[in-house]
């Protein structure tokens, strides 16, 4: 058998919560992605460690997260420097990284991409926003379409957003060429319009060379 390569899962499993919240968990760990207000805070129960994007209130929770940590004394969260300030008095236990770092998270290697949420209107300032890639594997954006200078094999599409065109997301999947894509951020959709624009991702639209999937809030898939 291969040796098991550092910072990398052998299986990883991802779970759909709700809106733009995933966990990646093993055996071992359990990570969690912008726990945000649209999310149930049982995705914060028996976490190793979280993510944070962006200060958004649909990726960050500032009470409830606070909450997990006063819980938990060993949970620890990484995230931007605008987020952290929204945390403080936690010491050491939050994290500030930004475009180009490299950290290890509850044995996961992460690589930080990305460093401006995506425009809304010209009028509205832009925030900090950062993507995390996961143990080599998974890509969370947060809210923007940044492309990693480095292989991702899958990638989460966030599929709706008040900044977002559906073309803009087609052209992103096939910007980034990973193996296979996730929809997230898909909170504010009913079912007509999730068919809608799941559907121009996919067998209804131009085409792209990744194949993107939705899970449903609870589902997982292996990866």
Same mark, same amino acid.
């Given at each position: 058998?291969?040796?098991?390569?550092? %910072?990398?899962?052998?299986?990883?499993?991802?779970?759909? !919560? =709700?809106? *733009?919240?995933? /966990?990646? $968990?093993? #055996?071992?760990?359990?990570?969690?992605?912008?726990?945000?207000?649209?999310?149930?805070?049982?995705?914060?129960?028996?976490?190793?460690?979280?993510?944070?994007?962006?200060?958004?209130?649909?990726?960050?929770?500032?009470?409830?997260?606070?909450?997990?940590?006063?819980?938990?004394?060993?949970?620890?969260?990484?995230?931007?420097?605008?987020?952290?300030?929204?945390?403080? %008095?936690?010491?050491?236990?939050?994290?500030?990284?930004? !475009? =180009?770092? *490299?950290?290890? /998270?509850? $044995?996961? #290697?992460?690589?930080?991409?990305?460093?401006?949420?995506?425009?809304?209107?010209?009028?509205?300032?832009?925030?900090?926003?950062?993507?995390?890639?996961?143990?080599?594997?998974?890509?969370?954006?947060?809210?923007?379409?940044?492309?990693?200078?480095?292989?991702?094999?899958?990638?989460?599409?966030?599929?709706?957003?008040?900044?977002?065109?559906?073309?803009?997301?087609?052209?992103?999947?096939?910007?980034?060429?990973?193996?296979?894509?996730?929809?997230?951020?898909?909170?504010?959709?009913?079912?007509?319009?999730?068919?809608?624009?799941?559907?121009?991702?996919?067998?209804?639209?131009?085409?792209?060379?990744?194949?993107?999937?939705?899970?449903?809030?609870?589902?997982?898939?292996?990866?």
């Amino acid at each position: 058998m291969l040796p098991r390569a550092p %910072g990398r899962m052998r299986l990883m499993e991802l779970t759909k !919560h =709700g809106h *733009a919240c995933v /966990v990646l $968990g093993d #055996e071992e760990r359990r990570l969690v992605i912008d726990p945000g207000a649209f999310t149930d805070a049982a995705a914060l129960e028996g976490a190793a460690a979280v993510l944070i994007t962006h200060e958004h209130p649909d990726h960050f929770d500032p009470q409830r997260l606070r909450a997990a940590l006063d819980a938990d004394p060993a949970l620890e969260v990484w995230t931007n420097k605008s987020v952290a300030a929204k945390l403080e %008095g936690l010491g050491g236990r939050v994290h500030v990284v930004g !475009h =180009g770092d *490299a950290v290890t /998270v509850a $044995g996961l #290697e992460v690589h930080v991409h990305g460093e401006l949420h995506a425009e809304i209107h010209p009028d509205i300032p832009r925030i900090a926003n950062i993507g995390f890639l996961v143990g080599g594997r998974v890509f969370h954006p947060g809210d923007a379409l940044t492309v990693p200078e480095e292989p991702v094999a899958t990638l989460l599409v966030p599929l709706h957003a008040p900044w977002s065109r559906t073309a803009d997301l087609i052209d992103y999947v096939r910007a980034v060429q990973a193996d296979q894509a996730f929809a997230v951020h898909d909170g504010l959709l009913n079912d007509t319009g999730l068919g809608v624009v799941s559907g121009l991702l996919g067998e209804r639209g131009p085409g792209t060379p990744t194949p993107v999937r939705r899970l449903a809030p609870g589902d997982s898939a292996e990866l």
